[in-house]
């Protein structure tokens, strides 16, 4: 029989906490939980977590500063960060300090469990699919290696968040193919909600910042007007090569 995935829960608001741990358990996964940041960051060095759910505002050492280390650690632990913190600022500096994903308070509980199930999915197929590749994608300007999730562009190494790294693994496994924000979703956060596309844009555009020469024109993240988005498939020597001059628009 399979070992439970085991959740580590850092938030302060005990009354949360316990009605999140029910809810957990209920899907049969082990929670443990700490209300303090220092014991939530001890807990997190002991190893062994499948998800950490972390709050921002914490007594002792706060979210940000344990989703830092968690990332420095060597064992990937997938983070959903939960905070009364709603504003752009805080998200986006979660995300970037590499965060899979981000609920405001209140939230409903039921779909932070649905998040919780859908990482743990996505994570288990990224590392099937690792598993299966073994070996780097290279397209051109690109080379990107799943087992130890590194990528260089035009030849130079450049950091990724833990989700930007897997949205364009993929649309490296597809080069050339369309994928709507919808598509993205489900395949690459691993679940469908209306209203989260704009989750896709913001990724979309963060990740053109890094690797686009110009991200206001962009030739490698093409937008497909109407249909979603495509990595270019580089034009073989003596074509002209795919750009997003004429593409580069919202996708519907």
């Not at 998800?51 to 002792?60: E, K, N, R």
């Not at 073994?134 to 260089?152: F, K, Q, V």
């Not at 896709?200 to 024109?217: S, Y």
């Not at 937008?223 to 795919?242: D, F, I, M, N």
């Amino acid at each position: 029989m399979d070992q439970p995935k085991r959740i580590l829960i850092v938030e302060d608001d005990v009354d949360i906490a316990n009605v999140l741990s029910l809810h957990l358990r209920d899907e049969r996964y082990e929670v443990v939980h700490s209300a303090d940041g220092n014991e939530g960051l001890r807990l997190l060095e002991q190893g062994g977590w499948d998800v950490l759910i972390l709050d921002l505002m914490l007594p002792g050492v706060d979210g940000l500063e344990i989703c830092r280390r968690a990332r420095a650690m060597t064992r990937y632990t997938p983070i959903i960060i939960t905070s009364a913190r709603s504003s752009e600022v805080h998200r986006i500096l979660g995300l970037e300090l590499g965060a899979d994903d981000y609920l405001a308070k209140p939230f409903s509980l039921l779909e932070l469990v649905a998040r919780v199930k859908a990482l743990l999915r996505r994570v288990e197929a990224m590392a099937k699919d690792s598993r299966i590749d073994a070996g780097s994608l290279e397209i051109a300007w690109l080379t990107i290696d799943p087992l130890p999730r590194e990528a260089t562009v035009d030849g130079k190494p450049i950091e990724l968040t833990p989700r930007e790294f897997d949205l364009l693994y993929y649309f490296a496994q597809h080069p050339g193919k369309v994928f709507s924000r919808m598509d993205l979703l489900n395949a690459v956060w691993g679940y469908q909600h209306e209203g989260y596309e704009h989750t896709v844009n913001t990724h979309i555009n963060r990740l053109r910042m890094k690797i686009e020469t110009d991200p206001a024109q962009p030739e490698r993240i093409l937008t497909v007007w109407g249909r979603g988005y495509k990595l270019a498939v580089p034009a073989a020597p003596g074509t002209p090569g795919e750009t997003g001059t004429r593409q580069n628009q919202d996708a519907s």
